[in-house]
């Protein structure tokens, strides 16, 4: 991976975390106070955290690599990493889907301007108890599909190229048909039949065939500790 890959660690994006989540407590505690339960609406809760997420991992950045600042206007990039040629950082809050799938979606005509650009996807499930933090090298528009039709220019992450860019901070993934090859690979070693042999044989060729399938884990927020 290249270095300035390290411009964000574990340990500055658990720092970042915690400093998010204390505002968004205090957040929550004044909505709570006029009678707003804040909670309710995953939608409007990214929409908080999102300058949050900007300040607090510039900040992050700041303290741990170099020089950097936060924006945020439209047209604007969400992180400019001045330390390194103002290296451009693009900020993602995501909360997990009811089915528990994952929109990582980006504007593809901004993307397509910019050519090349660093993503920091911020994720929590629905009940914000679990986080996960992914940056992903230089994304270009192959690595979105096309936007369908009435999402507005929004192009949901290609996870079979784009998860090869990706270092997980907080969190991990990995990719099923690797797991389902060595599982089978396995099987195929230990079979005690001809039968069970050839079964594994078949479901190994089953996935070598198919395209990389990745999978997110998250951390549970009361176990992740800045140091």
């Known amino acids: 991976m290249e270095s300035f890959m390290q411009y964000l660690t574990r340990e500055s994006s658990v720092k970042a975390i915690s400093n998010i989540t204390s505002l968004f407590h205090d957040i929550r505690g004044l909505y709570s106070k006029h009678g707003i339960d804040i909670t309710k609406d995953v939608g409007r809760q990214n929409i908080l955290i999102s300058a949050a997420q900007e300040h607090f991992f510039a900040d992050a950045i700041n303290e741990s690599f170099g020089v950097c600042s936060n924006d945020g206007r439209t047209g604007a990039a969400d992180i400019i990493i001045e330390c390194l040629d103002d290296r451009e950082l693009e900020c993602k809050v995501v909360c997990q889907s ?13 993307l397509e301007k910019k050519g090349s650009c660093d993503f920091l996807y911020l994720l929590f499930d629905r009940k914000h108890e679990n986080v996960g933090v992914f940056l992903f090298s230089s994304l270009t528009p192959d690595d ?18 784009a998860f090869k860019k990706c270092v997980p901070l907080v969190g991990s993934f990995h990719d099923k ?3 389902y090859m060595e599982r089978y690979e396995r099987e195929m070693c230990t079979a005690n039949t ?8 078949q479901k190994l060729e089953l996935w070598y065939n198919k395209p990389s399938c990745y999978s997110i884990q ?10």
């Open 98 to 110: 009811k089915s528990g799938g994952w929109q990582l979606q980006t504007d593809r005509a901004t």
């Open 144 to 161: 979105f599909k096309l936007p369908s039709p009435g999402s507005r220019g929004k192009a949901r992450l290609n996870k079979r190229t």
């Open 177 to 179: 048909r690797k797991a």
């Open 194 to 201: 001809d039968s069970e042999r050839k079964k594994a044989a």
């Open 218 to 227: 998250l951390e549970s927020l009361n176990e992740i500790q800045p140091k």
